[in-house]
């Protein structure tokens, strides 16, 4: 009997275990589906791919300083932050990113520097 209610309590442990690590494994598939956004090529692009291509235009820009900018991509929603030299600067700035695949909205909340 004693025999019966060790194995009893190891199914029930290892079942316990099999059900946590399956919904471990289907959250982290589910983020990863709604965390791309998918191109004109059907290729999928992350957030981090479209910010890092963002930064990567902005970059060598002579007259962009993209050093103060900070830019975070929500579901290929970008929203920039920090500090620009002139609202001429920030229109560039946002033409520039509207035009980067992947990119669905801008939201800017940059400051301009006085």
């Not at 190891?10 to 998918?38: D, K």
């Not at 235009?57 to 002579?62: F, G, I, K, V, W």
Request: proline fraction near 1%.
């Amino acid at each position: 009997m004693k025999q019966y209610k060790t194995l009893k309590l190891a199914l029930v442990m290892s079942m316990g275990l099999t059900f946590f690590s399956m919904g471990a494994s289907a959250e982290t598939s589910w983020y990863s589906e709604i965390n791309t956004v998918t191109n004109n090529t059907g290729q999928n692009l992350s957030d981090t791919s479209i910010s890092n291509k963002i930064k990567g235009t902005l970059l060598p820009m002579q007259d962009i300083d993209s050093d103060n900018i900070s830019i975070r991509t929500e579901f290929g929603h970008v929203f920039l932050s920090g500090f620009v030299d002139s609202k001429a600067q920030e229109e560039k700035i946002l033409q520039v990113i509207e035009k980067i695949e992947g990119v669905k909205s801008v939201d800017s909340d940059v400051n301009i520097k006085s």
